[in-house]
């Protein structure tokens, strides 16, 4: 295009008072027009608004412009946005520019006049590289119509559901022997007090059945490769030693075991009961096939048992000591991770005594021990039997503390409520909470606080310093608490039978492998990081990619399946598109200029380089590509290149900065 | 956020009348002019316990309660007498004790190893060893440092000491809100230190050891230092094949806060008890970063009636039961304020025959057959 048919158009947005209050938009405006090839510029309050969209839309019309510039907030934001203006008013939607005056200048700048010169500097590059911009044509491909769900938890579950009773295919992968999560441990849930089971079995069940759904227990993704629309995808299977296939969930090889004790401490149970080397974690586990463990059981680990579970087994076979890990491939359009969280280990406080004193459990713990078929058949005793006549319940731990997590983690509050409540109900104990603030935002919630203040619960405001182990008048021996109840203004020793630590939500172990894996960001505690925290939640930085439940914020099982179902709706509105139309960006490499060197093909991320060895040359395969621009920074001679940041354009946004 | 596990976390937080959360929420209040009346200003024994825990990471210890004393003192409040003297000690002889500073060598007077007194004859040293005003002075102390003495000169180490040139470091006088009463010694001891080649500073006293480490380089005093623990574990390899005597007890060991949860350093002093032979070492219940402090930081050591009358207790009397319910024979302590502490604790309990207090350093010369035998 020569030089003179140019004819940029540039908008300065206020953004309220964001940039506004900041810098003097209608300056900058009249410093753009006299910019080269600019015929408009103009300021205006929102421009991303519909009448500042048109705004753009007539004066392209009117003005016949052919490149916009559009100096407001970040372009993750707004860019797809301004696009659409262009492409509307029937301008190539790659001819667009945007100059980031809010994130990179108002918003960081307290001197306005450097903010000024900033912000003219910023506008100045965009108009010196729009000129350069060539128009683009972006790329299309067939979307996959099958989804990836990782983690079984109550989020998994329910987008698997949503998604597979829409028609879709779903690859289920769960790393524990069952699904359920977290939820399967508990017996009632906040703040209604439904039946955990009872909502979440069914659930299981229909999963395990759903004709759409493969479930992939035991299992793990492996590696990812592709992009929204087309993952491929690897998952690793562990071996269980009893083939899913032919087992019909009898269980009569539990019972047959040579094992006749039960010794080994079950995980599901947090150790609180015992199993055998081959155990199903729990009653309602689904699938319902056991799992025999490779550290304990006789057979796998010394070669010589009398095999009785195999005789149980008689005819149907199932159980297959030789098996080995293997993997399963698929191919998918879009992925849901729901890989959920973990409880904070309270051991290194160590004034709490927990792991000192047989009395002090984690909520966790305690939540087994009500439930119906836990440990205790729902009873609370302490591990010595007897039944506790005071319960002492620790809030904030390893929550809001900055030695450890400096987040609330959101359900504590309520799920120590939900205690305080079952234990009174089940065995009539006195229950203090040891609190800071009670957090109860929720629907229902502030009634369920009332509710259990109204039950007789005692509140003693401040957190507990010290938890010693005494013997008091003959009673046996009990737990002394110091806390200080900084509403009475005094310092309180108050004997319980049991304590319990409300401990904080934290990403779930191997929750950073994931974030690799899927190559997407977490935020500095470790959950992971959606696009944007209001108009994105369940997006992330990579497209296709989708999060839900406690994997990006701790968070109670009502918001847990809100999001499910916001995760599910975006990957179908992903996959009944059909197609996926690929940012333009990709990188490309300039044959009669490339050596052959293979520099690039080793440092992209992405792996979408491979070698021509007939022609001696690099080849970037453009579906693969994501348009990092690593091989174009790192090419010696200059021969790979990339749309929408050539050199040209790089140089004159560099001359419109170093200009001002 | 006014959540209150400083005071539940502070060995007197219940007997304060203003205690650490109290005090956050006067201040927010600008009301402080009340809490300074009380004795609570003067409870506070350093100990760092509420500091480390503090979920908001406010330095109560170092920050707020020297604060709060500076204040006091600022508007003409007078400390309990006992700290007066001390301080007035401090800021004419250098030391608490009064005595005068010419006497600082007594503690080598017929001391068979030679002792660089570096005052005398400048020479550049491997190691600057301040003795510290306690072993200086203190009889029971005394035999501490002459068997640091033995212990450095068998290592082959070349150190030296500053004789009657030697101070105070100041660190419970700043902790006790006599901000002015420290600079000043931190600006002495600056200059005194600079004229001197040494490759690092060793101390016996936890309290100084932490003040170099962390206050001092504030007034652009920045001197490399180790306390006496870290320093000899890492020569353990070379310290090993001297340990040849036996020392067959139990052994608990009381970390001290400054070393302990200041620094969060509990290996060392363990490493060196463990390399003993015969030692069998156990823990009280309460142990490392969740030790109880002794009672004798922040100005505690001359308070003792002062706390007790007004926190019913002393912590060193508390401390001693837990070393009793371990049914240790020795209760090893690497801080020169503990030895006479727990030895007098040892006492009121009645178990000077079931328990003995003494510092690493003479277990270590002991086994090494080094030892003067203090406190055997
Ligand atoms: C003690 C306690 C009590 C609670 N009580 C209540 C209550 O009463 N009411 C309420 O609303 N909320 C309650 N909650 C919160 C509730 O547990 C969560 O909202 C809910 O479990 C979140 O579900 P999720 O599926 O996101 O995560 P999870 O339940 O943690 O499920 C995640 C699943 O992903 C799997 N997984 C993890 N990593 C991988 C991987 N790399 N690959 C494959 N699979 C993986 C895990 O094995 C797990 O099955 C409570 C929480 C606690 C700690
Ligand atoms: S100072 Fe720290 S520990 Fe004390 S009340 Fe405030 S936040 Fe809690
Ligand atoms: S430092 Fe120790 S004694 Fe002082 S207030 Fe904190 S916890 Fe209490």
Redesign the pocket.
């Known amino acids: 295009m020569m030089a003179d048919a140019l004819r940029i158009g540039v908008y300065v947005c206020h953004c309220g008072t964001n940039i506004a209050g900041v810098l003097d938009t209608a300056d900058l405006a009249r410093f753009a027009s006299g910019l080269p090839h600019v015929h408009v510029a103009r300021d205006y309050k929102y421009m991303c608004s519909e009448p500042g969209q048109e705004l753009i839309r007539q004066d392209i019309r009117e003005y016949g412009l052919n490149r916009i510039v559009v100096a407001a907030c970040s372009p993750h934001l707004h860019e797809a946005t301004f696009r659409k203006v262009l492409q509307e008013a029937g301008l190539n939607p790659y001819l667009l520019a945007i100059a980031n005056i809010r994130e990179h200048v108002a918003w960081i700048t307290a001197d306005r006049e450097s903010g000024q010169k900033r912000a003219r500097a910023q506008i100045a590059a965009a108009v010196g590289r729009v000129a350069r911009q060539r128009p683009l044509e972006p790329s299309s491909y067939p979307v996959t119509p099958r989804v990836l769900v ?8 329910q987008a698997a559901l949503t998604l597979a009773d829409a028609g879709k295919e779903v690859i289920l ?4 022997p069952t ?5 399967a441990k ?1 017996d ?3 703040p209604t007090l439904d039946c ?1 089971a009872c909502i979440l079995t069914p659930k299981m069940s229909a999963v395990k059945e759903h004709p759409r759904i493969r479930l992939l227990t035991y ?3 492996e590696s990812v490769q592709g992009s929204a629309g087309r993952f491929k995808v690897k998952v690793r299977r562990r071996p269980r030693y009893i083939r899913e296939d032919l087992c019909v969930g009898c269980l009569q090889c539990i019972e047959a075991c040579v094992f006749k004790a039960l010794k080994i401490p079950n995980e599901f149970d947090l150790g609180l009961a015992k199993r055998k080397p081959i155990y199903l974690p729990f009653p309602q586990a689904v699938p319902p096939v056991p799992v025999i463990d490779p550290q304990t059981c006789l057979r796998l680990r010394t070669g010589k048992c009398k095999q009785t579970c195999v005789e149980a087994c008689a005819d149907r076979q199932a159980i297959d000591f030789e098996q080995q890990e293997w993997i399963e491939e698929y191919e998918v359009g879009a992925i849901i991770i ?6 904070f280990d309270p051991t290194p406080l160590a004034y709490y005594g927990y792991g000192r004193f047989p009395e002090v459990y ?3 713990e ?2 087994r021990l009500l439930n119906a078929s836990g440990p205790s058949g729902g009873e609370i005793v302490l591990r010595d039997g007897a039944t506790p006549r005071v319960v002492g319940i620790v809030h904030c731990v390893g929550s809001r503390d900055h030695n450890y997590h400096p987040y609330c983690s959101r ?2 509050c ?2 120590a409520l ?1 205690l305080a409540h079952l234990i009174r109900e089940r065995c009539g104990a006195e229950v203090y909470n040891f609190y800071i603030d009670i957090r109860a935002p929720g629907k229902a919630f502030e009634e369920f606080y009332e509710r259990t203040q109204k039950e007789g619960v005692h509140f003693v405001r401040g957190k507990v310093g010290e938890v010693e182990r005494l013997s008091t008048n003959g009673d046996g021996l009990r737990l002394m608490v110091t806390v200080e109840d900084s509403l009475l203004g005094r310092v309180r020793k108050i004997p319980v039978d049991m304590l319990i630590l ?2 904080a ?1 934290e990403p ?4 950073e ?2 974030r690799q894996l899927f190559h997407i960001s977490c935020s500095s505690e470790g959950f992971f990081l959606e696009k944007h925290p209001k108009l994105a939640p369940v997006n992330t930085a990579s497209d296709g990619v989708f999060i ?4 990006q914020g ?7 399946v809100a999001q ?1 179902d916001a995760a599910a709706a975006q990957a179908l509105a992903l996959i009944d598109r059909g197609v996926v139309e690929a940012e333009p960006n990709i990188a490309w490499v300039d044959e009669n200029v490339c050596s052959g060197c293979r520099v690039c093909v080793s440092l992209c991320p992405f792996d979408a380089i491979t070698p021509d060895e007939e022609k001696q040359v690099a080849v970037i395969d453009p579906t693969l590509c994501k348009g990092c621009g690593t091989c174009v920074a790192a090419c010696p001679s200059g021969a790979a290149h990339q749309d929408l940041f050539s050199t040209e354009e790089i140089l004159a946004e560099l001359e419109g900065i170093l200009a001002q | 956020m006014q959540c209150g596990l400083c005071t539940s976390s502070c060995p007197l937080g219940d007997a304060m009348e203003y205690p650490p959360r109290r005090i956050i929420a006067e201040a927010w209040n600008n009301s402080l002019e009340r809490v300074i009346h009380s004795p609570s200003v003067w409870m506070c024994v350093g100990c760092y316990t509420c500091s480390l825990r503090c979920p908001r990471e406010i330095d109560l210890t170092d920050t707020v309660w020297p604060a709060v004393r500076d204040y006091a003192l600022q508007e003409g409040i007078q400390p309990p007498p006992e700290l007066r003297t001390a301080f007035q000690n401090l800021y004419l002889y250098g030391n608490v004790f009064g005595y005068s500073p010419r006497k600082r060598l007594d503690w080598a007077r017929n001391l068979e190893v030679t002792v660089r007194d570096l005052s005398k004859s400048p020479e550049p040293v491997e190691v600057l060893w301040l003795v510290g005003c306690y072993p200086s002075y203190h009889p029971r102390n005394q035999v501490v440092a002459r068997d640091m003495a033995r212990i450095l000169t068998a290592l082959g180490v070349r150190w030296g000491i500053l004789g009657k040139e030697e101070r105070a470091l100041g660190d419970c006088d700043r902790l006790f809100g006599e901000e002015g009463l420290f600079e000043m010694l931190v600006e002495n001891n600056r200059r005194l230190f600079e004229r001197f080649k040494f490759e690092k500073i060793v101390l016996l006293d936890p309290h100084a050891y932490r003040a170099l480490e962390k206050f001092y380089p504030r007034f652009g005093a920045s001197f490399p230092a180790e306390h006496y623990t870290t320093f000899l574990a890492s020569r353990l390899d070379q310290i090993r094949p001297w340990l040849k005597k036996p020392i067959n007890a139990r052994v608990t060991y009381h970390d001290n806060c400054c070393v302990g949860r200041r620094c969060l350093c509990f290996d060392p002093p363990r490493q060196l008890l463990q390399a003993i032979p015969g030692v069998e070492l156990v823990e009280m219940k309460r142990n490392r970063e969740h030790a109880l402090c002794c009672g004798g930081g922040g100005g505690g050591m001359w308070l003792d009636a002062f706390i007790t009358e007004h926190g019913g207790r002393r912590l060193s009397d508390v401390r001693i039961q837990h070393a009793l319910e371990t049914g240790a024979d020795i209760l090893a302590v690497s801080c020169p304020f503990e030895l006479s502490r727990f030895e007098d604790a040892v006492k009121v309990a009645r178990a000077e025959d079931r328990l003995k207090v003494r510092d690493i350093i003479e277990l270590l010369a002991d086994s090494m057959g080094l030892g003067e035998g203090g406190g055997r």
């Not at chain 1, 990782?150 to 579950?157: N, S």
């Not at chain 1, 701790?554 to 847990?560: Q, S």
């Open positions: 990782v983690g079984g938890g109550i989020a998994g579950i992968v769960e790393r524990e699904i359920g999560g977290h939820m508990f009632k849930t906040f955990a299992s793990e993704v729901a890989t959920g969280f973990r409880t984690t909520a966790l305690v939540e359900v504590c309520m799920y939900k409300a401990v939500l779930a172990e191997g929750a492998q994931v839900a439940g406690a994997c701790p968070k109670d099982i009502p918001d847990t499910a």
